[in-house]
């Protein structure tokens, strides 16, 4: 099967999660097909100070890049750009005004502006009612010489039109639904379907795969395509991302855009990974796929009609079999920025010190940006214990396990792997119960009742830091408090 594909992205903003899931396939089905993929590119909207992204430079990171035009070798890979291609877009639609299938429309957005709302006042819905196309042709030649702004709208065709949808089969739409559509905009912008349309029919687009949330474009293509007399492409319409709680994905379902989750410590092969499962069924989810592999499975006929719903659990799932592969060297130098953010140099105390924390915080990473929950209890001299933790040192038997330790560590050069027992065990034979010695010497050293084992937690603060941290323990010890014997 002859496959080729062009997928439309807006440059004036982060790539969101649903686009990110939507390029995955176009780039699945057309390797699987040793098909072209072409990257086109809105860069025509002004873009708003601070808020500019480079979601092509996200798609690289993820993996999915696309081919570039076969018939341009020499620009292999580029991105088709709207700002580059309008002379194009807007010679079409001349020749649609020549031929009396469009027409001007002269009408200001303030008399656009008024005219919907006075159909909605009387319970209509908005529509554009065909003025400019009544007006008496020695007002409308006047016009046309004029400097007056104006758009060119699409006279509604006559009879009904179809598309196919491999996913869905056939799709008929009533001209009804694109009577006036304005086809170019005021700034001599192409809207979406004319540029779609006519991109589609020069670039030789044989397949249309996006989400389903742009099905409303599908009928403007439809006749545009009819009154050009193009053929249509095929269309694969891909099911909606939804929330948790069933409403499409959006911002109060926390993070939507893929340069977010990147910014947490989410990697590129576990968003992959967790997207596929957006629209289709890749097998057991105890295990990673390479692109390769989601290539060679790929079966467009197989692509889900019911929308998916993204779990943020089920995507640091995957980002912790992504994480578990990656050996203790390489996890650092990842880490290692988290860190200092936070102030801190991971690998201050060399590369020795550096892999062992991260065998220390294995466990406890579903996120690279998750290391900034040990940071304190790794890095700071001075902390401030939790509530529970401020509680405990009110103990009596707090300045005890203090003492001891502070008696141990001082008797020691530095606390290491192999001596540490002897630092734990003076603290324990203070008290007769073990157990609440172990956590008074874990509150008084991290603030916390619970945390990182002793066999890893003692030789990475070594002798300095524990002492500093004894010190500071003693802020929250009420002074006064007398040690019984």
């Known amino acids: 099967?002859?496959?080729?594909?062009?997928?439309?992205?807006?440059?004036?903003?982060?790539?969101?999660?649903?686009?990110?899931?939507?390029?995955?396939?176009?780039?699945?089905?057309?390797?699987?097909?040793?098909?072209?993929?072409?990257?086109?590119?809105?860069?025509?909207?002004?873009?708003?100070?601070?808020?500019?992204a480079d979601p092509l430079e996200t798609l690289h990171w993820l993996g999915l890049d696309w081919e570039g035009d076969p018939a341009h070798p020499e620009e292999k890979a580029r991105a088709l750009r709207v700002s580059e291609r309008l002379p194009l877009y807007r010679e079409f639609s001349k020749k649609l005004v020549a031929q009396g299938l469009a027409y001007h429309c002269f009408c200001s957005r303030e008399?656009?502006?008024?005219?919907?709302?006075?159909?909605?006042?009387?319970?209509?819905?908005?529509?554009?009612?065909?003025?400019?196309?009544?007006?008496?042709?020695?007002?409308?030649?006047?016009?046309?010489?004029?400097?007056?702004?104006?758009?060119?709208?699409?006279?509604?065709?006559?009879?009904v039109t179809e598309v196919h949808d491999i996913v869905r089969g056939r799709m008929i739409f009533d001209?009804?639904?694109?009577?006036?559509?304005?086809?170019?905009?005021?700034?001599?912008?192409?809207?979406?379907?004319?540029?779609?349309?006519?991109?589609?029919?020069?670039?030789?687009?044989?397949?249309?795969?996006?989400?389903?949330r742009m099905k409303a474009e599908t009928p403007r293509e439809a006749f545009l395509c009819q009154v050009f007399g193009f053929k249509n492409p095929e269309y694969i319409h891909i099911p909606l991302l939804l929330g948790e709680d069933r409403t499409l994905l959006s911002e109060r379902h926390g993070d939507k855009y893929i340069e977010d989750f990147r910014l947490?410590?989410?990697?590129?092969?576990?968003?992959?990974?967790?997207?596929?499962?957006?629209?289709?069924?890749?097998?057991?989810?105890?295990?990673?796929?390479?692109?390769?592999?989601?290539?060679?499975?790929?079966?467009?006929e197989e692509i889900f009609i019911d929308p998916s719903v993204w779990h943020l659990e089920k995507l640091q799932h995957f980002n912790r079999l992504t994480l578990d592969k990656i050996k203790d060297d390489a996890l650092a130098h990842m880490l290692s920025p988290y860190v200092a953010q936070a102030g801190y140099d991971l690998f201050a105390r060399g590369d020795t010190w550096a892999r062992e924390f991260v065998v220390a915080i294995r466990p406890g990473l579903n996120t690279l940006s998750d290391v900034k929950d040990s940071i304190e209890v790794f890095f700071a001299d001075k902390f401030t214990p939790d509530k529970k933790g401020q509680t405990l040192l009110k103990d009596p038997d707090a300045k005890k396990v203090v003492e001891a330790l502070e008696e141990a560590v001082n008797r020691v050069p530095e606390v290491t792997h192999d001596n540490y027992r002897d630092v734990l065990d003076a603290a324990r034979g203070q008290l007769a119960g073990k157990g609440k010695a172990l956590v008074l010497v874990r509150v008084t050293l991290t603030g916390q009742e619970i945390g990182p084992e002793f066999s890893k937690l003692l030789p990475l603060l070594g002798k300095q830091r524990m002492l500093a941290r004894l010190d500071n323990a003693r802020r929250y010890i009420p002074k006064g408090m007398k040690r019984e014997s």
């Not at 649903?18 to 860069?43: P, S």
């Not at 086809?183 to 795969?209: C, K, Q, W």
């Open 1 to 52: 099967m002859k496959v080729k594909l062009m997928f439309p992205l807006d440059v004036h903003d982060k790539l969101v999660v649903a686009d990110a899931r939507n390029m995955l396939f176009n780039v699945l089905f057309a390797r699987h097909h040793h098909g072209h993929l072409l990257m086109r590119v809105d860069d025509t909207r002004e873009v708003v100070a601070g808020a500019h």
């Open 111 to 159: 008399t656009l502006r008024d005219m919907f709302t006075q159909q909605k006042i009387h319970g209509q819905t908005a529509h554009y009612d065909g003025r400019c196309l009544r007006l008496p042709p020695a007002e409308r030649e006047a016009l046309k010489h004029s400097d007056r702004s104006h758009q060119i709208r699409l006279k509604k065709p006559e009879v």
């Open 175 to 212: 001209p009804q639904e694109v009577a006036d559509l304005v086809i170019l905009r005021f700034e001599g912008l192409p809207s979406m379907a004319l540029a779609n349309v006519v991109d589609h029919h020069v670039l030789e687009v044989t397949h249309v795969m996006r989400g389903d």
């Open 264 to 300: 947490r410590g989410v990697l590129p092969e576990a968003l992959v990974n967790y997207l596929a499962y957006h629209g289709m069924n890749p097998g057991p989810e105890d295990l990673l796929r390479s692109l390769g592999t989601l290539t060679r499975n790929f079966k467009v």
